[in-house]
């Protein structure tokens, strides 16, 4: 069975600041990972996705991601933080499903604040 | 624009009713999803679907249930079963295994 283990329910940064959102996962087989931005009473938004090759993800808004398989983790950074950046973010781990299609275990999120 | 859209973006719900959440996508998956968020605890699988009339049960189905008569859409119907609906709703929808696309939610509440 796969899991996802997000630490630190709440992180606080200044702006400017560095961002770091951990992620570590459990997975049988070779994971897809995924890390999802989520607004007040909105939808999930994807910000970046690890499958195969470069193990250092960008995706949108200036956050990137590293794949490290040694420590089973795909911890999320943004070099200087954004009153914007103000968010729930939630990492998750993929597994193919017979026939097609694919199922996510999502982690229990980290909320991000960004203070002045 | 391509997406997938849920309604009602609000619903309430009385005791002993059924509801019914409305997911429709122009996207073109195959595979569509539904997803039960609560406060603390990230977003668990209630039903997916990876083809038209056929669809299987997630890790919390017990009391949802699901149609897949067209590709587009994947309607999920609340049952009187469900001891404690009120939630997040959130639908999605993927190709293959890539990743998936979420809708907006839909927030129901039992009054």
């Known amino acids: 069975a796969q899991s996802v283990t997000q630490l630190g329910s709440h992180v606080s940064v200044s702006e400017g600041a560095l961002v770091l959102l951990r992620c570590n996962y459990s997975?049988?087989?070779?994971?897809?990972l995924f890390w999802y931005v989520q607004y007040p009473n909105q939808g999930l938004q994807l910000l970046l996705k690890?499958?195969?090759?470069?193990?250092l993800v960008k995706g949108i808004n200036g956050f990137e991601a590293e794949f490290k398989k040694s420590e089973t983790s795909f911890h999320l950074t943004k070099p200087s933080a954004h009153m914007s950046d103000a968010a729930e973010y939630f990492c998750?781990?993929?597994?193919?499903?017979?026939?097609?299609?694919?199922?996510?275990?999502f982690g229990t999120g980290t909320q991000l604040k960004v203070e002045l | 624009d391509g997406g997938i859209t849920q309604s009602p973006k609000y619903l309430f719900r009385k005791e002993g009713q059924n509801v019914t959440l409305s997911c429709e996508q122009n996207?073109?998956?195959?595979?569509m999803y539904w997803y039960r968020q609560d406060p603390g605890q990230g977003l668990r699988l209630i039903y997916y679907?990876?083809?038209?009339?056929?669809?299987q049960k997630g890790d919390i189905a017990e009391g949802y249930s699901v149609s897949r008569e067209k590709k587009e859409s994947f309607p999920l119907t609340v049952t009187s079963a469900q001891k404690n609906p009120t939630a997040f709703y959130l639908c999605?929808?993927?190709?293959?295994?890539?990743?998936?696309?979420f809708g907006p939610g839909t927030r129901l509440t039992v009054l």
């Open positions: 679907s990876q083809i038209v009339n056929d669809f």
């Open positions: 996207l073109n998956h195959d595979a």
């Open positions: 997975s049988s087989v070779p994971p897809y």
């Open positions: 690890y499958t195969t090759g470069a193990t």
């Open positions: 999605a929808s993927s190709i293959k295994v890539r990743e998936q696309f």
């Open positions: 998750a781990v993929s597994q193919g499903i017979t026939g097609g299609g694919n199922k996510l275990t």
